[in-house]
């Protein structure tokens, strides 16, 4: 008979930001144990509050599955000897698994024939099985951080106060720490402090939410959004939305209860990113604004507790409030009697990276590299915003909000330039070079801010990369990642033509001074190499989600230095490669880059002699691809590659009949080379938009 | 409910439950934490509960009396439990609801706030506790204390006294706390933020406090070598106290910042060590005790974590523990 089974760790406020990987590691634990152990189980749940890890596995059975398993001895060979006799070694197989030489079979594998047993594996009771599975899990969470209570030696997120371990109607006995497990669950806090008594894992959720716990995240997170959306509304206002506080809050809080408070108007003319940092950063609240997304003189909290009387709540929250923007007010006033400029000097005095110097030093080389960049994308007009807006862009970084509230560096930058009467766009152009911040976020909207950008993380890339700190599995201090996506995202969204292997060379120019001591490990590839090999691994993840990785490989391994051009090229072979006319053609494509690779290389260069030609197919096909080279090459020059391609496989016909006709590999060594040359030549053209032979089809593979 | 009513209560509730109350530390502290009562005492295998108000210095915090919130000397209600009782969020909650704060009227939350010290070497988490968005209490389950592992671990539980009352009086400004009937905070306390933050802020000596921190340090060390880490650790402080009035008056440089912290926190590390050794002499005399507060319960699953100490070695001369300090810290 299926019982149902329930794991519960109840514990002292565990940080929000914890609870769904919490029940991630819980849930994949438990399943995998029961798994191995080959028991059988319906639907699996999780549930989640501050107060609380659970999960709800329906229709466990009662014992796990038997299995017959084919055990393997040793070769049929050193088994039997010549009279077909059993050896000492197959008696000892026999005798490890407790039966009688005559029970012993044979079976052939691929690495020839072994003696063979077949074994019976009985399924362990359920009860054993999730004895062990539960203590499992519940020690095999993996918080952030985790920490020891009163006098136990045991971890975990915040102190363990109960366990419940129900099967059914029987308790299990699991051990976490200073607790044994039981029935007992604990409803809200304050609204049901008193011990609840589980008959059964299956009256869990409803047992919960009678003592005022909403246990199921989305459900809480659902009730959340609900309950505050119709606040908002009721307050003639609209919610600033932010999915990440909504998350936040649903695991702040047991049963979410909204209350609209108010601050002084007067407030509204601090920055409006300000005022969102004040009111979500320290206090959770949510902000809200009027029909056209302008922000209103109040908030919403979110109380984990449905008090009395709001009033009296509301009275606190709002107090809180108003010394956070009499703070925030204090900063602001205090950072806008110092002129932007003026602060450019202090940043000498904060280090950037200990080996590659301060914010000044690394201000100073990211605007010479802006500089560079503002030439080679041919925005050579733009270059004096850049030069003014690349000097004070990490200006704020010294004032007195931004070491407050670090999120809204670019965003002060921006008001501090303009209270300064900087231009408009020096002061747009400090905000964007921070674009985008997310894999979400949007991208500059000018070339000053995506030059300095550019400029910026490139400095980065290469400095730390030159001093031997490259990311190295989880390890990404500087994020340097999400760094280089922004590289690629802000050149292809901008669609910026330049050499990227030359500004490369170019930061590592301006860095050099400061690599002047720093030795290489032997056998590391140079700086250079492995920046560029690093953006190589970003595309090939980025461009991986929507392309097939073979065509991406295909068109990364004939250069991405014009990152604009290597995606043209990717998204047009893309569609060729969906047709199902391309596999035949694929093969005569490789056909041609085997012979390349196997024969290329033996043959001196040069170019190829159309008079040595004797057969017809071969000077038919020369005449097409000297034609098709010309078009081609108008085609690739106006980024036209679906155009390339279609000139390039329109050469398959000649391919094919060459391939039938002609004899590459003549007796005779001119004719023979002459031949070579000349698939070496149609290659190179292929190899204007992508190396086919990394492409994978059945029918290339059997060429 | 008046503040000194607030203090009296607090006293009272834990004093209760079996804390001692202390009288606060006699040199100037930056937090409760840095009195002896906490710093040490949260230290090797002894029980340990105390309550203790602890007038707190922040030199940086100084804004000449015109800020409703912040001061330049604070008060907090310092509570330390150890080994920290199962029931220690319910008797810190028992707390609250003497005081006034009924959590079914105000939204009492725990809202996770790792605390770290890096000028003590010590490191914990727990919560900030929220009333209606207020956080009116510390709670830290310390974790390390001058590099040593706290086993079993202690409790803290930080109120600030101000924010408390401030609530419970329903003021807008610290200075209309109402100390007693017809005292206010302003009266008792006001000219002292003024002169206070005038000093830190404008006044000090830098070259006079760069010298003293030089030889409070000095003498730090060579109490620890004597065998006094109690005095030594009055001369930690003082160094710490030191370091924060340059820090407040702008005196120390970014990059030299790390350093007088690190220079602090060595001498920290040595007076846990000396500490430790000294308890450990005396036989941990606390251990012998029946003292305890709150609820127990027994250890279920592999050894007790105050065993520890049975097996660390902190016997060695003090010249060549610091090496071993220092490994075992790292």
Redesign the interface.
Known sequence: MARDLLLEVGAEEIPASFIVPALEDLKRVLAERMADARLKHGEVRTFGTPRRLAVLVRDVADTGEDITKEVLGPSAKAAFDAQGKPTKAAEKFAESLKLSVDALGRTTTAKGEYVSARVEEKGRPAEAILQDAMHAAVHGISFKKSMRWGDVDTAFARPVQWLVALLGDTELPVVLGDVKAGRTTYGHRFLAPGAITLKAPADYEAALEKAHVVADVAKRRAELLRKVNAAAKAAGAQLLEDDGLVDQVTNLVELPSPVVGSFEERHLDLPPEVLVQEMKSHQRYFSLTDANGKLLPRFIAVSNTPVRDEQLSLRGYQRVLAARLADGRFFFDEDRRTPLADRVEKLGRVVWQGQLGTYLEKVERFRALAGFLAQATGRAGEAATVERAATLSKADLVTGMVGEFPELQGVMGREYAKAGGEPDAVALAIFEHYLPRGAEDALPSQDAGALIGLADRLDSLCGIFAIGKAPSGAADPFALRRACLSIIRIVLGRGYRFSLSAAVDEALRLLAPKLANVKRKPGEAAPREQVLEFFRGRLKALWGEQHRTDVVEAVLAVGFDDLVAAKKRLEALSVLVGHSDFQPLAAAFKRVVNIVEKQGKDVAGGQTNPQRFTDEPEKNLHTAFTQARDKVGVHVRADDFASALKEITGLKPAVDTFFDKVMVMAEDKDLRENRIRFLTEIGALFNQVADFSKIQAETAAAA | MYFQDLILTLQKHWADQGCIVTQSYDTEVGAGTMAPYTFLRALGPEPWNVAYVQPSRRPSDGRFGE???RLFQHHQFQVILK????NV?ELYLESLRKVGMD??????????D?WESPTLGAW????EVW????EVTQFT?F?QCGGFDC???SAELTYGLERLI??LQ?V?NVYDIEWVKGVKYREVFHANEVEMSKYALHESDPQMLFTLFDAYEKECKRLIERHLPMPAYDYALKCSHTFNLLDARGAI???ERANFIKRVRDNARLCAEGYLQMRERLGYPLTKTPWTVGE???????????DYWKTVQLNKPVEKKEKTEVARGA
């Open positions: 800020n409703p919130n080994p920290a009782p199962k969020q959590p079914l009227e105000h939204d009492i939350r725990f809202v996770e790792d914990g988490l727990g919560w009333c209606d968005g207020m389950y974790q086993r079993p671990v401030m609530n329903n807008e440089s970014v990059t127990q319960p027994p250890v279920l699953e592999g050894k007790p974590a105050s």
